[in-house]
């Protein structure tokens, strides 16, 4: 069959499922009409529609992307997160992603590297299709701009996990167009500014209910803040979290609980949001939920149990704090949501002490989709917390002490804590670090923030992380298909 024909053909599928995950009920917030950008039904409709609505799809369904893949490349390295499951289950990954044992051989590190450059691919597409058709219409320029917000959070993605990848920005018509030489962290981070620059005052600040989810000038201020605290540039952090904040189409969830129910899909918190459905018999997810659920016999059968809460996560809560119920699920005792006559089998029968909150559901959803694995919420990948934490961080760094407890005191007032204490820049980066800890608890930031700090090598350390270890080895099927193009990582 011929490659362009076959693409057409699982385009038109994908759009047919996107077309329906992106149904949702409104929100009041949804009533907020910034001035000067285009909101709900003032939004152009492009040309390009249908390859957009595949790249959503694509963030849904694509291995490695948003699944089972993620929670092990993304989550089960840090020191908050154990593989779980029992300990026969995959203890071989187990051993790869809890004791940095990495192998280009991994078949997790591989899935994760295709299922990304697979949605940049698609997103190139769309990009080098609209320019060569012409069409200069907004709602095409609409629908490229989203296309390279998409492709810039996969290069943010990819640059996290390997550092130096190769910036292909093809259309890929035959496999050989896929064969491309690393580019430096620098020109990674650059494609990444280009693309959310270009797109961030094109995109609507909302989109209508029908198709919460789609990427916003919101979603590309807010990773040129998350990327440029990455470079410690922290003037230019601070810049695009404030353009979050003062854009006035965010707020915090009044509850944290509610955040991480089917009652929080696209709140007003939500950034950027994978949407996902069960409108049972039908269902459009995959099983990044349900790896993470209780695993257990009857009534407790919530999934496969990976991607526990450690030791050191559960005792880093400050009591009182609210978060500490919604992040942690312990084996004999009440369920989250405090459920009368519910109470989970104690460790044992169960094989973990502790599960991921995040990843359970009510009891009434259980029955009401006739499952006890959720394959209903959808996936919260960036929340507004983390712009108000970014901006607390970046302000702290340029010597905003003041500015930056402003900004602490909003996520801690939700959690039920008082205001903070630190008082000085030391201290108050010691309170951000803590603060980023607990807000974002087995939601696969810890990793990554402690990489960027540099304290990985202390507190990895006696889970044999070294240096090498903030990067993934570049996975052995990528070098043998570039035929030696792609050169392995050092110390790989």
Request: glycine share 8%; aromatic share 12%.
């Amino acid at each position: 069959m011929n490659y362009k024909i076959f693409k057409n053909i699982m385009l038109t599928g994908a759009l047919s499922v996107a077309a329906v995950s992106f149904q949702s009920c409104g929100d009041d917030w949804l009533d907020l009409k910034p001035e000067g950008r285009p909101v709900g039904n003032e939004v152009t409709v492009g040309g390009f529609e249908a390859q957009a609505f595949g790249l959503y799809a694509g963030l849904r369904e694509q291995s490695g992307v948003s699944d089972f893949t993620y929670v092990w490349t993304h989550g089960i390295r840090a020191d908050d997160n154990e593989k779980g499951s029992t300990a026969s289950d995959a203890a071989t990954d187990g051993n790869v992603f809890n004791n940095f044992a990495y192998s280009a051989s991994n078949g997790h590190i591989g899935t994760n590297w295709n299922g990304h450059y697979k949605v940049i691919y698609d997103a190139n597409e769309l990009i080098n299709d609209a320019a060569a058709s012409g069409d200069t219409s907004a709602g095409t320029a609409i629908n490229v701009a989203e296309a390279k917000v998409i492709r810039a959070f996969c290069f943010f993605e990819l640059r996290r996990d390997y550092g130096e990848v190769p910036i292909n920005l093809k259309t890929i018509d035959v496999p050989a167009d896929e064969v491309a030489a690393k580019n430096t962290l620098a020109e990674v981070d650059a494609q990444i500014i280009k693309d959310l620059t270009e797109s961030k005052d094109i995109l609507p600040t909302q989109w209508a209910s029908a198709y919460l989810g789609r990427a916003t000038s919101g979603l590309a201020n807010t990773l040129l803040a998350k990327l440029y605290l990455y470079q410690k540039d922290y003037a230019k952090s601070l810049q695009f979290a404030d353009a979050v904040i003062n854009s006035n189409a965010y707020m915090l969830n009044a509850s944290y609980d509610t955040e991480f129910t089917l009652d929080g899909n696209n709140s007003k918190e939500s950034i950027l949001e994978v949407q996902k459905t069960y409108d049972f018999p039908k269902k459009y997810t995959n099983n990044f939920f349900e790896s993470q659920g209780v695993r257990g016999s009857g009534e407790w059968d919530l999934g496969w149990g990976f991607n526990v809460p450690s030791e050191g996560l559960v005792g880093a809560y400050e009591p009182g704090d609210l978060r500490k119920k919604t992040t942690i699920l312990f084996s004999g005792g009440p369920d989250i949501y405090n459920s009368p006559n519910l109470t989970l089998p104690g460790s044992p029968p169960l094989a973990q002490k502790y599960w991921n909150g995040k990843a359970y559901t009510r009891p009434s959803e259980r029955v009401k989709y006739a499952t006890g694995k959720n394959y209903w919420e959808n996936i919260k990948f960036i929340r507004y917390a983390d712009v108000i934490l970014i901006a607390a961080e970046a302000a702290n760094e340029l010597g905003q002490t003041a500015t930056a407890a402003i900004h602490l005191n909003k996520i801690r007032t939700r959690a039920g804590l008082a205001n903070t204490s630190a008082a000085d820049q030391g201290s108050m980066r010691n309170a951000i670090k803590q603060e980023r800890r607990v807000e974002f608890g087995m939601e696969f930031e810890r990793f990554y923030d402690l990489v960027r700090w540099q304290d990985a090598t202390t507190v990895l350390a006696p889970l044999g992380y070294t240096d090498r270890n903030k990067y993934f080895p570049i996975p052995q099927g990528a070098i043998d298909k570039s035929q030696g193009v792609l050169i392995q990582n050092p110390n790989y």
